[in-house]
């Protein structure tokens, strides 16, 4: 780090300001301690840590990037596998409650069907079997 080895000294540079970028030095200056020098050097420090820094951002943003397109790849891949092992049960259950109740006309299949749509709604997609169940009875009992 510059400044750091007591050996080192300090080299004379000659560059030209423009006249606006000269009175933000004057005016600036102050933050590194009234030496327009410190300011220069710091401010060109700050600068290339900058420049240093968006490269490096890039690069790290294309890696966050596809990071995360790939975690949300798995896991729509296990929704999907998931929603596939139900889809499959549902329809395995309906098969075999279809196969009990051949002889329902299609005006009390729509009743049921309406029935578990209210269901659905209430209970925001939780239905337990024994609650259906328990339901059922009541019904059939009240007959």
């Known amino acids: 780090m510059p400044g750091e080895n007591p050996k080192e000294q300090k080299k004379k540079y000659g560059f030209r300001l423009w006249s606006d970028i000269n009175q933000l030095v004057e005016k600036h200056k102050y933050v590194t301690g009234h030496d327009r020098s410190a300011f220069v050097t710091e401010a060109i420090k700050r600068y290339c840590a900058e420049i240093d820094g968006e490269k490096s951002l890039d690069v790290l943003c294309d890696r966050i ?7 949300a790849d798995c896991h729509s891949n296990r929704m999907a ?3 596939f092992k139900i889809a499959v049960e549902l329809s ?7 196969a009990g109740y051949v002889n329902l006309d299609d005006a009390e299949i729509r009743f049921i069907r309406n029935k578990a749509k209210e269901a659905v709604r209430k209970t925001y997609g939780y239905i337990s079997f024994e609650k259906a169940l328990q339901e059922e009875r009541a019904l059939s009992d009240g007959e």
């Open 65 to 71: 990037g596809k990071i995360v397109s790939a975690e």
């Open 81 to 83: 596998h998931m929603l």
């Open 92 to 98: 395995m259950q309906n098969y075999l409650l279809s």
